[in-house]
């Protein structure tokens, strides 16, 4: 079974450039799940969709940070414009559904802004 | 803060001993945990889970043990192989249909 993908996997950018990242979660998982993660730290979670909708998005800095799941399958998540404090590790998960499913991550997208 | 910390940043063992890690959880109303274990340049990797009404879950090598009454979660890794080096993340869920929320990690090595 393939697991998770993203893409790319590391990206460099500069201050108030924009950029985005890609996932294909796991054929058949409904929940997709994008997570921060700073270095030294845990992932934290900036958006759950299930299907192609909504599920949680409270941690999302939404005045600069946007992710869209089309027909319910691949997501992309976006920032624009970017700042110094976005550079962590972006990474998608995916689960089958939202009740006692495990959570399968992808390899992350390493992002730096100078 | 965190809602979810683990005792020690760092743990460092011989090959072949045990290891355990624990892990304090702040919600009582958390209904399932899960233990990840990360490598450099990787995404987390699921090891074990375990749901509330249960106290006590073994899978291959590992065992993960929940204490609500003092709202503590460990993992305990049998015979630790250097292999098993990498970064350890307890995370609770609050309720079902709700993401994980993780700690900060516990870094293990494992020494021949």
């Known amino acids: 079974e393939a697991g998770v993908a993203q893409s790319p996997r590391y990206k460099i950018i500069e201050k108030r450039q924009s950029v985005a990242f890609w996932c294909n979660p796991i054929?058949?998982?409904?929940?997709l799940y994008w997570y921060q993660q700073i270095l030294g730290q845990g992932p934290k979670l900036l958006i759950q969709?299930?299907?192609?909708?909504?599920?949680?998005d409270s941690q999302l800095p939404k005045d600069r940070f946007s992710a869209e799941r089309l027909k319910g399958v691949d997501s992309t998540l976006k920032i624009q414009p970017a700042k110094l404090e976005d550079s962590a590790v972006y990474l998608c998960?995916?689960?089958?559904?939202?009740?006692?499913?495990?959570?399968?991550f992808g390899p992350g997208t390493r992002l730096t802004v100078l | 803060g965190e809602s979810v910390g683990l005792h020690l940043p760092t743990l460092s063992v011989q090959e072949g001993d045990n290891s355990i890690i624990n892990c304090a959880y702040s919600?009582?109303?958390?209904?399932?945990f899960i233990w990840y274990k990360q490598e450099s340049g990787k995404g987390p990797q699921f090891i074990i889970d375990?749901?509330?009404?249960?106290d006590k879950r073994q899978g291959q090598r590992v065992t993960v043990l929940l204490n609500k009454t003092v709202k503590h979660l460990s993992l305990q890794i049998a015979a630790t192989q250097p292999g098993d080096s990498a970064v350890y993340f307890c995370?609770?869920?609050?309720?079902?249909?709700?993401?994980?929320?993780f700690g900060k990690g516990t870094t293990l090595s494992v020494s021949s």
């Open positions: 998960a995916s689960s089958q559904g939202l009740v006692y499913f495990e959570q399968f």
């Open positions: 054929s058949g998982h409904a929940t």
């Open positions: 969709f299930q299907n192609n909708g909504v599920v949680d």
């Open positions: 919600n009582s109303a958390s209904d399932y």
């Open positions: 375990i749901r509330s009404n249960m």
């Open positions: 995370a609770e869920r609050w309720q079902a249909g709700t993401a994980l929320i």
